[in-house]
């Protein structure tokens, strides 16, 4: 598999990641005592957003998956053929 390849996945696997871990941890208003909004602020708006500690949470489980999709690629548990539900052989290289 390329480098190139790698970071791309990898980056895929981040964004994926970022949206997973996003909502963990949040407090609205509503859940924290003595926490007025103000005017013009959204009620729903999280009040304790640290958007550092969601980049490392998805930087960390986008390692872990990107380290169980390049296992997966080398040791070859699930190919193509296992996925195939509807029973036909992959197609070649030429779409035959």
Do not use: C
Request: hydrophobic fraction near 55%; aromatic fraction near 12%.
């Amino acid at each position: 598999m390329n480098w190139t390849s790698m970071v791309a996945i990898y980056a895929l696997f981040w964004v994926l990641s970022a949206f997973v871990v996003l909502p963990i941890g949040l407090r609205t208003p509503d859940e924290v005592e003595g926490h007025v909004v103000e005017k013009g602020h959204a009620t729903s708006a999280p009040v304790n957003f640290r958007p550092r500690l969601v980049a490392v949470r998805a930087s960390i489980l986008a390692l872990a998956l990107f380290g169980l999709f390049y296992v997966n690629y080398v040791e070859q548990w699930i190919t193509v053929a296992d996925i195939n539900i509807l029973g036909k052989p992959p197609v070649d290289d030429l779409g035959y």
